[in-house]
């Protein structure tokens, strides 16, 4: 299976948070593990992406040194890997890892550096992706995201994303990072449709975005899902994380079904792996659940993803393979 929408910061473990802890001198409100992953996932009744969103305060308070950053990418791919993945992008936002005096320019090389230990250690591919923020007052920080995201194209990093709080901070308020980004020919991902409607999504393709990040009020205009199909984008929905935020309100609104008899390419990933406590396998086997989704569907899905990823034709190809292959039986490995 392929994660193309995973954040490295809501993904580490409350293990991985102690060590972390200890490795930068941070002090933590308690040193039991339990207690830790309580602070680290959110709980039942969360009631929107703002709420879903105060779980990141401890995972980067521990990240914000070369050592952690390097640690914290390498241990997530070969977590991934010993999971059954044959690929993930992992994103993070290098203007969050700088509050202790790292530059994003050693913050990026850093994770870089974890992401190639990783892969040598594991076998598994894997790229990341720079994050711009929405945010008041950061725009310099947005657009020295996007020169990083430029400088180490093709050497660690495949992409450039805007995440946060699109509801306060509409996406159109950013053409100026993506225009900046098509010029110097970086794709381009934007969260969009998650907190905000359908209107969001629309703006994400006027600037360019080949996929959108999560995507679900797309459903609710007919002609912005004929012009998704039309484009061959790709929607990474996080099925688990668009419930605990009420991006959808219910598993049986969710539009996964909707999206799919369009002729949408749709993606099933995590989000955030420790925050909304998932797995890649968990997500498929809820959707296959609620569903009803048989293993040529399923299937179908993670081959949406291998398209989606940012890898060369012959990688595309050679993920497509892995995939076939290791649904094959699916079904019968449920039972």
Excluded at 72 to 83: D, W
Excluded at 272 to 287: A, G, I, Q
């Amino acid at each position: 299976m392929i994660d193309l929408h995973l954040h490295l910061d809501g993904s580490l473990t409350p293990e991985e948070v102690l060590t972390y802890a200890g490795i930068s001198g941070v002090s933590l409100p308690t040193e039991n593990v339990g207690e830790i992953k309580d602070l680290l996932t959110v709980q039942p009744g969360c009631r929107n992406l703002s709420e879903y969103l105060e779980k990141f305060e401890l995972p980067l308070q521990v990240l914000q040194t070369a050592e952690t950053l390097e640690l914290s990418v390498c241990g997530l791919v070969k977590r991934l890997a010993q999971q059954g993945l044959c690929y993930a992008e992992i994103r993070f936002a290098p203007q969050f890892h700088t509050n202790r005096g790292l530059t994003q320019r050693e913050v990026t090389q850093a994770a870089v550096n974890g992401l190639k230990k990783g892969i040598r250690e594991s076998g598994m591919p894997a790229n990341l992706i720079l994050c711009c923020m929405r945010g008041r007052d950061n725009r310099a920080e947005n657009r020295e995201t996007v020169s990083m995201a430029g400088e180490f194209l093709g050497k660690g990093i495949c992409a450039l994303d805007l995440a946060g709080n699109e509801a306060a901070f509409p996406t159109r308020d950013y053409a100026d990072i993506f225009i900046e980004a098509k010029g110097q020919g970086i794709p381009v991902i934007i969260h969009a449709g998650e907190a905000a409607g359908a209107e969001s999504v629309r703006s994400a393709l006027e600037l360019g975005a080949v996929r959108i990040g999560h995507g679900i009020h797309a459903i609710e205009d007919p002609a912005l899902m004929e012009e998704l199909k039309e484009r061959d984008v790709v929607l990474e929905l996080c099925y688990s994380s668009n419930l605990q935020t009420r991006a959808a309100d219910s598993p049986q609104s969710y539009p996964l079904a909707g999206f799919m008899e369009s002729g949408i390419r749709t993606s099933v990933n995590t989000d955030n792996m420790t925050v909304s406590d998932t797995t890649l396998w968990r997500e498929y086997d809820l959707l296959q659940r609620q569903f009803s989704l048989g293993e040529e569907v399923l299937k179908g899905l993670a081959l949406n993803a291998a398209q989606g990823a940012f890898v060369t034709a012959k990688e595309k190809e050679r993920l497509r393979a892995q995939v076939i292959q290791g649904f094959s039986g699916w079904l019968h490995h449920q039972k």
